[in-house]
């Protein structure tokens, strides 16, 4: 399975603060989703991205959250004003498909 | 909005014995159709698919079946291993127009030895 990188693997943030979420996919994967797992809990989907333009995006994905490709390669989700019931695991997934996506390990979010 | 059934939330089954997972989509679009299994603490790892022009599929001890027109899909396990302990999660994705992957709520399987 190709590897995926994300960092931080953990963050811990207050109540309130921006926080970025960072992912470097394959170079060859066009495709990118990110979810988000609250423990304990399923996966939710949050967004997919292609072509550089969001393609879909659940209700979950407010204002309060965004995606970017800021230097063509990595992707970065940020959470403008952070909130408890944020606190979850974040995963992203590049793929070569729209169907086949590969996760990476995560960064786990802290909000306190 | 779309939404994907998964039953049952836990199994328990015996070394050896079979394991059976089923799940239930809402969206008619939905063309492909992942299982992920998912150990403690780790990242869901893809174990195997199906496309909806296909009916049932294998890979060794485990299998997939699905039933488009009564929009069913279950996951089969055999001569199931503690090794085989995980949460289980299905998953629909439709690709029209825009893509979006729904899951199920995951099944916790325990095997004993």
């Known amino acids: 399975e190709p590897e995926v990188t994300q960092t931080p693997s953990h963050q811990v943030t207050q109540m309130g603060q921006e926080v970025i979420l960072r992912c470097v996919p394959i170079?060859?994967?066009?495709?990118f989703y990110w979810y988000r797992q609250i423990l304990g809990q399923k996966v939710e989907f949050l967004v997919s991205f292609y072509n550089n333009e969001i393609s879909e995006k659940s209700e979950i994905f407010d204002d309060q959250f965004s995606v970017e490709r800021p230097d063509g390669s990595n992707f970065t989700l940020k959470i403008r004003s952070t909130k408890l019931e944020d606190s979850a695991m974040y995963f992203c997934?590049?793929?070569?498909?729209?169907?086949?996506?590969?996760f990476g390990p995560g960064t786990r979010l802290l909000v306190l | 909005g779309e939404n994907v059934e998964q039953h049952p939330s836990t199994l328990s089954v015996q070394e050896g014995d079979s394991a059976v997972i089923k799940c239930t989509y809402s969206?008619?679009?939905?063309?492909?159709f992942p299982w992920y299994k998912q150990e403690l603490g780790k990242r869901p790892q893809l174990i195997i698919d199906?496309?909806?022009?296909?009916g049932e599929k294998k890979d060794q001890r485990i299998a997939v079946t699905l039933n488009k027109t009564a929009k069913h899909f279950s996951l089969h396990i055999t001569e199931t291993q503690p090794e085989d302990s995980a949460v289980y999660f299905c998953?629909?994705?439709?690709?029209?127009?825009?893509?979006?992957?729904?899951f199920g709520a995951g099944t916790r399987l325990f095997v004993k030895a």
């Open positions: 997934a590049p793929g070569a498909s729209p169907e086949t996506q590969y």
């Open positions: 969206d008619s679009a939905s063309n492909y």
């Open positions: 170079s060859n994967h066009l495709y």
């Open positions: 998953a629909a994705i439709s690709n029209t127009g825009g893509f979006k992957t729904i």
């Open positions: 199906i496309r909806s022009n296909v």
